[in-house]
C-alpha cells in the first residue's frame, strides 16, 4: 500500500517549527541562513517567515548583513512571547527565576525558609518568590518547574511527609500555590531527580546511580537515560535502608549519623560541618561513614546494575570520603566505578533546563495553532 503524502499543512507546520528552533538556537538569522541551517531551500524559509511574522512569533530585528552583495535581513523570536518560572525549595528557602525561550535568566528572586518550616510558611515564601517575578508580566509565566527538597507524589506533584525527613513542609502543593502566577502547567518533583537529569548531561553515562549525602540523604537511579521515580515517585529514599552500623549491627542509614553524634541538635539533619570536621580528622568514623553507606549503595548495584555511581552533597563531593566509599565497593562483588558530581547547582539547573524546553514546545504548539 502507497502511503499517503504528507499534507501541505504538515509540510508548512514542520518548515515552521524548524524556523522556530533555528531561532532558539542561533537567536537572530538571516533567511539564508536558516535555509543552511535546516536544509529547507530559502524560499520555503521566506513562506514560513512570513507566516511566523504575521502570527506574532518572529520579528525583522531591523539590522542587515554588510558587505559585498544584497544585504539579508536579520529575524529573531518575537518579544513578549513569555516566560517560565523556575522555583527550588529547599531548607536555605525558596529561589525562583524566569527564564525565556532563549535560555536566558530574565528575573531572580529569594525568599528566606528555615529548616523546620512547615507547610504554610514555605507556601507564603514559594508565593512571594513568585509574585515578584511574574507581576510585571501579564498573565504571568506560562508554565512552572519546581525542585523540592522534600519527597514528591508522582501524580499529584504535592510533597509528601516521610518518618525523619530532616526538612518537612507537610504536603505542600506547589501547583496550587503557583496557579494565581502561572498560565499553564507546573512540574514538580524532587531535588535529587532533577540533580541526577543534571548529572546525566555531564557524565554522559545512560545507566549509573546519583547518590546525595548532605544534611538530607537521597538516591536516583538513572536508567536507559531517564531517572526512575517508581510508582509513586518515592523511588530513591534510601535514608530507611538497613545497613552496617558502627558497631557492626544492622540498622538504618540515617540511624547511623545517631550513632556517630553527627546529627544537628532536635533534629535529623546531618550536621555536615561536624561531619566534615570528623572525615578530615578521624579515620574511624570516616570508615564507618563509608560502610554504611558502601552497604547502601551495593543493594543498588544489585538492582540497578549501574556503570558508574556519582556522589553530590555537601560531604559526598569529600575527595577523602569519596575514596573510603570507593575502597568499600571495591570488595563486593560487583565493583562499580566511583565519582563525584560536577554540575554546581544540579537541581536548578536541570529544572532551568526543563522549563526552557517546556516554553518552546508551548512556542512551537502556538505556531501551529496559527496555520490551523
Not at 530559502?42 to 504575521?54: E, F, G, H, M, Y
Not at 520579528?59 to 548583513?65: L, P, S
Not at 545512560?206 to 536516583?220: S, W
Request: charged fraction near 25%; charge should be negative; proline fraction near 5%.
Amino acid at each position: 500500500m502507497t502511503p499517503a503524502k504528507p499534507s501541505l499543512e504538515m509540510l508548512r507546520a514542520l518548515t515552521d517549527e524548524n524556523v522556530l528552533r533555528a531561532l532558539m538556537a542561533d537567536r537572530r538569522l538571516t533567511r539564508a541562513e536558516i535555509a543552511a541551517r535546516t536544509g529547507i531551500s530559502k524560499p520555503t524559509i521566506s513562506d514560513a517567515v512570513q507566516r511566523l511574522a504575521a502570527a506574532g512569533l518572529v520579528v525583522d530585528t531591523g539590522e542587515r548583513t554588510t558587505g559585498r552583495g544584497r544585504s539579508g535581513s536579520y529575524y529573531a523570536l518575537a518579544p513578549g512571547l513569555g516566560t517560565a518560572l523556575v522555583a527550588s525549595i529547599s531548607p536555605l528557602g525558596v529561589t525562583a527565576e524566569t527564564v525565556d525561550a532563549l535560555g536566558d535568566t530574565v528575573g531572580r528572586a529569594r525568599a528566606g525558609l528555615g529548616r523546620n518550616a512547615g507547610e504554610h510558611q514555605a507556601a507564603r515564601a514559594l508565593a512571594e518568590a513568585a509574585a515578584r517575578l511574574t507581576e510585571p508580566e501579564p498573565g504571568g509565566a506560562r508554565l512552572a518547574v519546581v525542585s523540592a527538597a522534600d519527597p514528591v507524589d508522582r501524580a499529584t506533584g504535592r510533597l509528601v511527609r516521610l518518618p525523619d525527613a530532616p526538612f518537612l513542609v507537610g504536603a505542600l502543593d506547589p501547583a496550587a500555590v503557583l496557579a494565581p502566577h502561572v498560565t499553564g502547567p507546573v512540574l514538580v518533583d524532587n531535588d535529587v531527580n532533577w540533580a541526577a537529569r543534571a548529572e546525566h548531561e555531564a557524565v554522559g553515562v545512560e545507566d549509573f546511580v546519583y547518590v546525595h549525602l548532605g544534611e538530607g540523604l537521597g538516591c536516583a537511579v538513572v536508567a536507559d537515560g531517564a531517572v526512575r521515580r517508581g510508582h509513586r515517585g518515592l523511588a530513591g529514599e534510601i535514608a530507611h535502608v538497613c545497613t552496617t552500623g558502627p558497631d557492626g549491627t544492622a540498622m538504618p542509614l540515617t540511624e547511623v549519623f545517631a550513632a556517630l553524634g553527627l546529627r544537628r541538635a532536635d533534629s535529623t539533619a546531618i550536621d555536615v560541618d561536624a561531619l566534615e570536621a570528623a572525615v578530615g580528622a578521624d579515620d574511624r568514623t570516616t570508615e564507618a561513614l563509608a560502610r554504611a553507606v558502601a552497604g547502601v549503595l551495593s543493594a543498588a548495584v544489585a538492582l540497578a546494575d549501574p556503570a558508574l555511581i556519582v556522589l553530590g552533597g555537601e560531604w559526598g563531593r569529600l575527595p577523602r570520603m569519596r575514596a573510603a566509599i570507593d575502597r568499600q565497593l571495591a570488595h563486593g562483588p560487583r565493583p562499580v566505578r566511583v565519582a563525584a558530581a560536577t554540575v554546581e547547582s544540579p537541581e536548578l539547573t536541570a529544572a532551568r533546563g526543563r522549563a526552557v524546553a517546556e516554553l518552546r514546545e508551548l512556542i512551537v504548539g502556538s505556531a501551529r495553532s496559527a496555520e490551523r
